[in-house]
């Protein structure tokens, strides 16, 4: 009673009278359940409040509702002063929920309290109480302060609290600055450590969404963090230098501009994704010859074997069909020659494209490439256009292997009585025998006429006569 008509003088005798001393407990309610602190808090009287925190009024009693005084004092104007009493006189320790709880830090930040915000953060952080904390619904202190605007609260924030602290989906502060495109932010974040390569509970990181945003945001990326992990694979198993190069928001000035930061800050050229494609198995997809080189320059490796195709990466490029990457790759040392586990090469490949124009580059660039064991792959496939572009370019028309066969046994037995026919008006040996001892003749009648295929072996037998 004496609380609430707010005498002072009163509640000192009875507070500290002798007759009342031993029998009175500031601690203990009313037969209504009131209690002296909770009281005085309602009375709006600072003098009394002070007054029975200073004589062991507990600061962790709540009201019959079930509200802490802290959460109560958050939603009054002169809330502050009743906290800053409530948290430096207080002799018991205030219990951590009303300190790091919804209804306490995240109420104050709700209501844009900063100098509440600030009282609670100082003491939680001198009393090792964990701030950096979820509520109820999923956020952070930094989350929920940065959605709802309440710019001075967060940048106070920033500086206390755990910059990397998730939420409930997972996503930690970076996240929602670069889904809303706030660059500035962002970049103040990254210089106080963000985390770019945190990932959420989709498994998709920052560095992901940064990277959809466009160019401007991965620029600014690169140009204020100098720590950041740049050959963690993302959820799709591939490092930012491999999105970057297959993603199609950036333009080819940009996306070749931080292809070289990336690789610059230690990217990792020949990083193998959860496909089997490295980088430069995507710039050729992609038909670009300026990343193309700049991976190579900066040693990609150009004699890599896709697993998925059993193809390297010459033979990929001449599937594509980009002339000049194909020159590019060549010029940098690609294996021409090497082969799969099928025992196919990247001049055999361009037998099956029958592009005139890779074919005759190969050509240009060392017919003697061209073995008897390729041509008489070439020949089997009767593909005449690409052996005439031989001949044009001064191949040996009469080139033996271990065998003695030439190109004109590979064409008998390869059944093609139109190369036979071409080879012998280009000048083919039409007396050469081979360690069998089989002349031409031989095989005219061994692959035509025995066959059946009397015509053949018949305009096969003139030609013969005619160059003999």
Request: glycine share 4%; hydrophobic share 35%; with cysteine.
């Amino acid at each position: 009673m004496m609380i609430k008509i707010k005498n002072l003088t009163f509640i000192k005798y009875i507070v500290e009278g002798i007759e009342f001393k031993s029998i009175f407990n500031i601690n203990i309610g009313d037969i209504n359940g009131d209690y002296p602190i909770i009281t005085a808090f309602y009375s709006n009287n600072l003098e009394i409040f002070e007054y029975i925190i200073e004589h062991g009024g507990d600061c962790n009693i709540k009201n019959r509702n079930n509200n802490s005084l802290i959460s109560l004092a958050i939603d009054r104007s002169n809330g502050r002063d009743y906290i800053k009493l409530m948290l430096k006189q207080n002799i018991t320790i205030m219990k951590e929920e009303y300190i790091n709880g919804s209804d306490s830090i995240m109420k104050a930040i709700n209501n844009n309290n900063i100098n509440i915000v600030v009282l609670l953060i100082q003491y939680g952080i001198q009393n090792n109480i964990n701030m950096n904390i979820i509520d109820r619904n999923g956020n952070t202190p930094l989350t929920l302060s940065y959605r709802l605007k309440h710019k001075n609260i967060f940048k106070f924030l920033i500086k206390y609290l755990d910059i990397n602290k998730t939420d409930l989906n997972g996503n930690n502060i970076l996240y929602y600055v670069i889904v809303k495109e706030d660059i500035e932010t962002m970049r103040s974040l990254i210089r106080n450590g963000a985390d770019v390569n945190s990932k959420n509970k989709l498994g998709k990181s920052n560095m992901d969404l940064l990277i959809s945003k466009g160019y401007t945001f991965l620029n600014s990326l690169l140009n204020y963090s100098h720590s950041i992990s740049l050959n963690i694979p993302n959820s799709q198993g591939e490092i930012p230098l491999i999105t970057v190069i297959k993603i199609n928001t950036f333009s080819d000035e940009e996306k070749e501009f931080m292809v070289e930061n990336l690789i610059k800050r230690g990217s990792d050229v020949n990083f193998i994704d959860s496909t089997g494609n490295t980088s430069l198995v995507y710039a050729i997809q992609k038909k670009s010859k300026s990343i193309v080189n700049l991976l190579v320059k900066n040693d990609a490796n150009i004699n890599y074997l896709i697993p998925s195709n059993n193809q390297t990466i010459l033979m990929y490029a001449i599937d594509i069909g980009n002339i000049e990457i194909i020159q590019l790759l060549v010029e940098y040392g690609a294996d021409i020659i090497f082969k799969n586990n099928k025992g196919y090469s990247a001049l055999e490949k361009t037998f099956e494209k029958e592009n005139l124009e890779i074919f005759k580059f190969f050509v240009n660039y060392d017919i003697n490439n061209f073995t008897n064991e390729i041509i008489n792959n070439l020949i089997s496939k009767g593909n005449i256009s690409l052996l005439k572009i031989l001949i044009e370019n001064n191949f040996d028309v009469n080139l033996k292997d271990e065998n003695n066969d030439t190109p004109l046994v590979y064409a008998f037995k390869n059944r093609q009585p139109e190369i036979v026919k071409y080879l012998i008006e280009n000048g083919a040996d039409v007396t050469n025998k081979n360690k069998q001892n089989e002349t031409i003749e031989d095989l005219n009648t061994k692959y035509f006429y025995e066959f059946g295929w009397q015509k053949s072996y018949d305009n096969t037998r003139h030609i013969i006569n005619k160059y003999k």
